[in-house]
């Protein structure tokens, strides 16, 4: 009783900081990490239970610019209904014939992404605005629906069909290889240097800041020069001479730019970020770098894949290497099914919506697999990336039946199986290993306590 007067007393601390604390409920208690105090896993979680209902990514909105987070769902309609009705019913804009149909699928692309950057739910990315990784994922199904209506046709009428987006294509290519001349000099290496040695450094800063590991980027790279000499009796530009694989890609130009990109990840994870609203910055130079800051991340998140952790992180990095090989070999076949040049705008475009299609993608996977607390399923943007991947598969090996007649040689065959029982084989002496060790070890000490029981009876 002596303890309740206590709490009740008229000259408590409470009341005299705060009159109204009595009025206000209490607060409620801090939740302890995990279930029961135990630290929770992504694959024991049980989905169903409350502290699991989280949307994988809120709608996080930059506070510091709130104007243009204001929904705005019907002023677009009213403008893209307009924009429609010009171009659709003004006739000295539209010229009969292939042009109309032309402009016409165009409008329905547009009016999808617009619909897009509108409806569809957000990403883990704010900057420069969810609405524009909206219409990134928007880009993506467009994307996918294509492959999917290519699926179905054959190598034939899909050649044709891209007489459609250029009227050039449709004709065959000579097939160019690049292992002539393998005689290490300083004028061969000279003469082998290119623009595609800086598509290569570019393409390996946009990897690294994908997967923002570097022993990741040294395996992908690695494995990628392995699966060239693996496919070079497929695609003849596959054949390369030694220096050029090992000197001039994976240490010359894969190297630069994984070292660039993983530089520019260190300076994103350390560098100082203000969320400082655009009318609360004073002075011209400083309302310019508001402006340019608004295309930089808004936060950073270091990527520790930990391959060696446990098994399931050694599943998903074979995997996630798996896949990135995939998309990395697509471009190619399909280039070479279609009859385009590397250089060819569509092949280009293709390398820089993956890019930024896996921007997000890789985002949500790294989410889904380390904080299983906060992304109760696995985002669109993952989703949606790696069925774009599976179905180019699809779409080449149907369309790859009696393309290339060449067998696989014997000794490409055996080195994949080789491959293969490394990767079975690593994780059953690391993990599989201790763990029947472990699992005997207890089974000898239920016996023994079995038999101490039985001896005391």
């Not at 300083?186 to 240097?193: K, V």
């Not at 660039?260 to 002075?283: N, S």
């Not at 369309?399 to 994949?416: D, I, M, N, R, S």
Request: charged share 20%.
């Amino acid at each position: 009783m002596a303890h309740e007067a206590e709490n009740t007393s008229p000259t408590s601390q409470v009341e005299e900081s705060d009159p109204d604390a009595l009025l206000s409920p209490p607060p409620d208690a801090r939740p302890e990490p995990g279930l029961n105090g135990k630290p929770v896993r992504w694959y024991d979680a049980d989905r169903t239970e409350s502290y699991t209902r989280i949307a994988p990514f809120q709608e996080l909105h930059d506070t510091s610019i709130e104007f243009f987070y204001k929904p705005i769902t019907l002023t677009a309609l009213g403008f893209g209904l307009a924009a429609l009705s010009y171009v659709a019913m003004t006739q000295d804009v539209l010229e009969e014939g292939r042009d109309k149909r032309r402009v016409g699928a165009y409008a329905a692309v547009v009016s999808f992404l617009m619909f897009s950057m509108i409806q569809f739910r957000d990403g883990p990315f704010i900057r420069p605005h969810p609405a524009f990784w909206r219409a990134i994922l928007g880009i993506n199904l467009l994307y996918e629906l294509a492959l999917v209506f290519l699926l179905f046709q054959d190598l034939n009428s899909a050649r044709g069909m891209m007489t459609l987006l250029d009227p050039s294509l449709n004709r065959p290519l000579p097939e160019k290889s690049y292992a002539e001349h393998c005689e290490l000099t300083p004028q061969n290496i000279w003469d082998s240097i290119d623009i595609f040695c800086l598509a290569h450094a570019l393409g390996w800063f946009g990897k690294a800041m994908i997967l923002r590991d570097y022993w990741f980027c040294w395996i992908l790279s690695i494995a990628f020069e392995f699966a060239e000499y693996s496919l070079q009796h497929q695609l003849a530009n596959f054949a390369e001479c030694w220096w050029d694989h090992w000197i001039l890609d994976v240490l010359v130009c894969n190297w630069l730019g994984t070292y660039l990109g993983m530089k520019t990840c260190q300076y994103l994870e350390v560098k100082p970020y203000e969320w400082r609203g655009l009318r609360q910055t004073r002075g011209l130079r400083s309302k310019a770098r508001r402006v340019l800051s608004q295309f930089s991340p808004h936060d950073w998140t270091a990527f520790k894949w930990e391959g060696t952790a446990s098994f399931l992180h050694y599943l998903i990095v074979v995997l996630l290497l798996a896949v990135f090989l995939a998309a990395e070999l697509n471009p190619f076949y399909l280039k070479s099914l279609l009859w385009m040049e590397p250089d060819h705008p569509i092949v280009i475009l293709r390398l820089a919506g993956v890019f930024l299609c896996a921007l997000p993608a890789v985002r949500e996977l790294y989410q889904y697999i380390n904080n299983p607390r906060k992304a109760k399923r696995m985002g669109q943007h993952v989703w949606l990336l790696l069925a774009t991947i599976l179905t180019e598969l699809l779409v080449i090996t149907k369309w790859g039946k009696g393309q290339f007649t060449e067998p696989l040689p014997l000794y490409v065959w055996w080195a994949w199986v080789i491959g293969g029982i490394l990767l079975v084989l690593y994780p059953a002496i690391r993990f599989g290993v201790p763990s029947v060790r472990k699992y005997v070890g207890k089974q000898k000490q239920k016996r023994k306590g079995k038999g101490k029981g039985k001896k005391v009876q």
